[in-house]
């Protein structure tokens, strides 16, 4: 892997996403996302990542640790339409040694670490940019779960609910590399190249197989 492993992007985000349920899977409007012009539906990353990692159960470092450094892939959709998995999950973008840059559809990224923070501002588990690669870059030989991803998201998931959807009001699937999964999803380890998609209401019109890992090259 090349030195941009270590980068991201994100549409920033300054709120909790809500949890509990829902009766419709209509719940969550499109939101215009400034960058790219298109509709995308938004739920933004916590205002409080290092918090929220804590919450997960993971310890944050105050620079990427490399020992053990895998990646995921996860695709959400409502009713078909895609939801934005933002950059900057488990990552203090505030911290002044988190770079920013440019990236996918001149979202800001975040990441490249060179020098470690004074203050811990990066968990193990995290995202650098919005293409829905998930990263645990850690010093321990461990793969972490969907569900600690979801707890530093401040997105609920469980068996029966993702976010504000619930079950049987709405329907909701799981796939793990284009399969059907019937288990609780917030289990689910992030192994390398796993590609995961959430499928809420109405299905798109194909369910990934494959995960685009395009930003790590």
């Known amino acids: 892997m090349r030195a941009f ?26 939101v215009t996302t400034p960058s790219t012009g298109t509709s995308a539906i938004v739920w933004p990353a916590p205002p409080d990542p290092m918090a929220r990692a804590r919450a997960a159960g993971l310890v944050p470092e105050t620079a990427e640790s490399l020992e053990f450094h895998v990646h995921a892939h996860l695709d959400v959709f409502v009713d078909g339409q ?11 973008i505030t911290n002044p040694g988190v770079h920013t840059y440019p990236n996918i559809a001149g979202a800001t990224g975040y990441g490249g670490i060179a020098v470690p923070c004074d ?11 919005v293409s829905g690669v998930i ?16 707890t530093e998201w401040g997105v609920k998931l469980d068996r029966n609910c993702v976010n504000t959807y619930c079950k049987p009001q709405t329907k909701i699937a799981i796939y793990v590399d284009g399969k059907p999964y019937a288990g609780d999803p ?15 209401g109405s299905p798109p019109a194909s369910i990934p197989a494959v995960g685009d890992f395009s930003t790590l090259q």
Do not use: R
């Open 5 to 30: 492993l270590k980068f991201g992007v994100l549409t920033a985000a300054v709120a909790l996403a809500a949890s509990g349920c829902s009766s419709s899977s209509k719940a969550s409007p499109p």
């Open 186 to 200: 917030s289990t689910i380890p992030l192994t390398n190249f796993k590609e995961i998609a959430i499928v809420i």
């Open 135 to 150: 990263h645990t870059e850690s010093k321990t030989h461990k793969y972490n779960t969907l569900g600690e991803l979801f």
């Open 82 to 92: 895609k939801v934005t998995v933002p950059a900057g999950i488990g990552i203090d």
């Open 119 to 129: 203050t811990v501002c990066i968990s193990p588990l995290h995202t650098h940019d």
